[in-house]
Each structure stands twice: as structure tokens, then as C-alpha cells.
């Protein structure tokens, strides 16, 4: 059964959050979303034991429940001086000050005792990397950068996407993002099976030491506007998301809410 075509009209726009008239204490079945929800949990739990669970399920599991995913557009140089081009969708910000990222890249896939070129290219080069964010117009584009293409093969000509030149890293970044981080290493990390002794994955943190955002993409306060962005996440499977309605949330405040939190709670204990 074929999906029906992409829907240009749509786009991210803000609303209203859930259940806006939610208060301290109050439970989940007190609005009929939230018991709807609940219904659910009726028909019981699948509970999985990890060290049990062919790594090839746990895989499929793992990422079509931790979503949605940002989407890292790593750009690197081999030794050799091959650019490589590759998404990751095990990435995520760490710190803000120094400027971290995180990038998880698998080993398997990789020839035996061989990293991917990715892990690689970052290990062994002395010349940076460039973290670019994907969006709709070219995700067909930043996709066909996943191949598994051969270590001497750039995937720059493959995908169709442009080289721009960085100002701080050897590694071209992607004119088509919006969004660009010039990156050197911070750290490498190996994650080893406990039970095989085996490095199955490579975690990447890098130092961003310049960014480069699109003024279009700019609202008044300097912060990116999701509405023009327009970021692709990565789901489970082989499916993508885009960012449908938005809402604002305020982070509760306990020193302005205080009086209401302690009446909840005393409301709760006497019921």
C-alpha cells in the first residue's frame, strides 16, 4: 500500500498545549486524553532482557521507541583525503558551555578491525569535522549519503549536495543546511560489549567551535524559528518525521508557584 504524496502545505505552526487547564497534583485519568491513554496499559507489558535479546531486534526496538531523533550531516576527510558525507541519527547536544555534541557511530557494517570512515576520518585527522542539520527541501538528498558506498568513494557527488568551504576545518560544510557546526574532537569514547570483550560503537564529542545559521531562519530574539527550519527527525524503521504543531510549555518555577504546589498537595493528602 503506497503513502499518498508529501503534503507541501502543511507546516509546523503553535498551539495550545495538550490539557491547558492541568494543575499540581492533578492526575492523568482527570482528562479524557489522558484516560484514553491509559486505556492501554490494560492489555499488560512486554518486558525485554537486553543481554538476552538478539542485538538485531534490540536494534529495531530501541530505535523506533526513542523518538523523535535529530538527524547529525557529518562531514569529513580521510588521510588520503577523501571527503566523506554521512547522517547520524544517535546524536544530541551535551553541553553549551564549552560546546559540545554527541555522535554515536556503529562499527558494524565496517570491515573487520575497521572502523566506519566516519569514526575514522574523525579519529585519525587532525583537520575537524562539520555537523550540518537536515530539513525537508533536501532529505532525499542528505539520505542518499547513507549508502554504503566504499571507503576510497565520496558521497558529496552521489548525493548531490554543495561544498562550501568552512573557515575553521579542513571539512567542507553543506550549503543546503541551515544550520552548520564546524567541529574539532573533544573525545573518543569505545563502547565494548561487557559480555564480548567487543567495540561495537564509537561515541564522538565534538567541540563546535563555530556555527553558521541562515539569517532567514533568525526570529527577533536570534533563536531559530522552527516554522522556516523545518528539520527532519529520524523514526523507526526506515521513517522520517517532520515537525507538525508546536506548543510552548514555561518550566515550572518553584519560587513562583510555591503557594499553589503546597495547597495541591494538602487538597491530595486530605482526599
Known sequence: MSSPPFDRSLGSKYTGTPNPAWSWCQKIDSTPGGRKWMEGEKQGWETIATAEEDP???YALMISGIVPRPIALVSTISEEGIENLAPFSWFGMISNWP??????????GAAPGRLKDTSNNVKNSKGGFVISIISEPFVELANASSIDAPPEVSEWSLSGLTKVPSIHVKASRVKESA?????ELYQTTPIVDP???ETTTTLILAHVKYIHVRKDMLNQRGTIDITKFKPISRLGDNSYGRVGDAFKLARPSWAADEGKIQEAIKRVSED
Open 195 to 197: 559480555s564480548s570483550g
Open 56 to 58: 538485531k531486534k534490540l
Open 99 to 108: 560546546p559540545v555534541v554527541a555522535v554515536s557511530c556503529l562499527n558494524h
Open 179 to 183: 544550520f552548520s557546526m564546524e567541529c
